[in-house]
């Protein structure tokens, strides 16, 4: 389609709709009952997800959001804080599920162009020594969306593990996007989690799979996730179906998030010249590009969205795009020309 009629979704990368591969794999799946642990590709993709993570085991769930609230209910202790960045996935768009769920109070530090200083953190395990709540586990976010999908590299995953681990608490890491920052730092995911206890990833995203995600860790750790998941309601039964599309997923789906990049990168150049000061695209190394709303006019979101280039907000403050599978570079050249 094109012209007035085309319709562009940056929303976000769940609107991907599943590759022709995956629907062909998904109509052929052996399946079986993955509540007692029989079903064969369900099997297949969780040894693929621990082998890919450098982890022993690894759980299939149905979301992004489930997989972190599983690492929190096994990591973390009831009654203690949960330290992570300010604007987190697990502190802000999970429904004040880390209070409800695992009973457990998040401490937000300062997450300035999506890094968190290893002094705060140090930080806060020392308030516990002031009448403060203790620390049990911190939670970091690789990449980090409200920066424009910042990717984390290693050493910065590691200096803020060390200090966690050196006080006895443990390390979450949300890589819902953790395959972008591995395209774009050239480094393999497994590097980027090697410092975490555990990691969670989404194949319903810049993978373009249907549904689910991945928590991978160690088996213990991984079998007291299980459990939980039981309790919340996410055994999935014959969800073979649905694993066939994260395998085909994870084989195929992962070289092309450069291009989502780079049309994010080209997309943020379009409009920061249009908007000098609305985003700044050095910052843009993924698909994520944040707008700031006060540097764009009043109401521009929904002028976009009349000619048929859906944008979200992510807080009153950003609007944010998102490049993915489903927009080719025609598709791109309509959003920057409706700018």
């Given at each position: 389609m094109t012209g007035a009629g085309r319709r562009v979704d940056l929303r976000s990368d769940t609107v991907t709709t599943p590759t022709p591969e995956m629907r062909a794999a998904m109509a052929a799946a052996e399946v079986g009952d993955d509540v007692y642990r029989e079903d064969p590709t369900v099997e297949r993709l969780q040894s693929?997800?621990?082998?890919?993570?450098?982890?022993?085991?690894?759980?299939?769930?149905?979301?992004?959001?489930?997989?972190?609230?599983?690492?929190?209910?096994t990591?973390?202790?009831?009654?203690?804080?949960?330290?992570?960045?300010?604007?987190?996935?697990?502190?802000?768009?999970?429904?004040?599920?880390?209070?409800?769920?695992?009973?457990?109070?998040?401490?937000?530090?300062?997450?300035?162009?999506?890094?968190?200083?290893?002094?705060?953190?140090?930080?806060?395990f020392a308030g516990a020594d002031h009448h403060l709540p203790p620390v049990s586990l911190v939670t970091l976010e690789n990449t980090h969306m409200p920066a424009s999908g910042r990717p984390l590299p290693p050493e910065e995953v590691e200096a803020v593990a060390s200090i966690a681990h050196a006080h006895g608490a443990r390390v979450h890491l949300?890589?819902?996007?953790?395959?972008?920052?591995?395209?774009?730092?050239?480094?393999?995911?497994?590097?980027?989690?090697?410092?975490?206890?555990?990691?969670?990833?989404?194949?319903?995203?810049?993978?373009?799979?249907?549904?689910?995600?991945?928590?991978?860790?160690?088996?213990?750790?991984?079998?007291?996730?299980?459990?939980h998941r039981q309790r919340l309601g996410g055994g999935m039964r014959q969800a073979g179906v649905l694993a066939a599309a994260g395998i085909v997923a994870l084989e195929t789906m992962v070289d092309r998030l450069a291009d989502d990049h780079a049309r994010a990168k080209r997309l943020a150049d379009a409009i920061a010249q249009r908007y000098p000061g609305a985003v700044d695209p050095s910052a843009v190394h993924t698909n994520v590009v944040c707008v700031d709303a006060a540097a764009v006019p009043v109401g521009w979101l929904g002028a976009l969205a009349g000619k048929g280039v859906l944008g979200g907000t992510i807080d009153p403050r950003t609007i944010r795009f998102v490049t993915h599978k489903d927009v080719d570079d025609d598709a791109i050249d309509h959003a920057v020309a409706c700018c």
């Open positions: 693929l997800a621990a082998a890919l993570m450098g982890k022993e085991a690894a759980l299939f769930v149905p979301s992004g959001t489930m997989a972190n609230q599983l690492a929190l209910r990591l973390a202790v009831p009654g203690t804080e949960v330290v992570c960045p300010a604007r987190a996935h697990v502190y802000r768009y999970e429904a004040a599920a880390a209070a409800m769920n695992g009973l457990v109070q998040c401490r937000p530090l300062p997450d300035a162009g999506g890094a968190v200083a290893p002094e705060a953190v140090a930080e806060a949300d890589g819902a996007r953790i395959w972008n920052a591995a395209v774009a730092l050239g480094v393999p995911p497994a590097r980027l989690a090697a410092a975490a206890d555990t990691v969670m990833f989404c194949l319903s995203k810049g993978l373009a799979a249907p549904v689910g995600s991945l928590l991978c860790g160690p088996s213990a750790l991984i079998e007291a996730a299980r459990a």
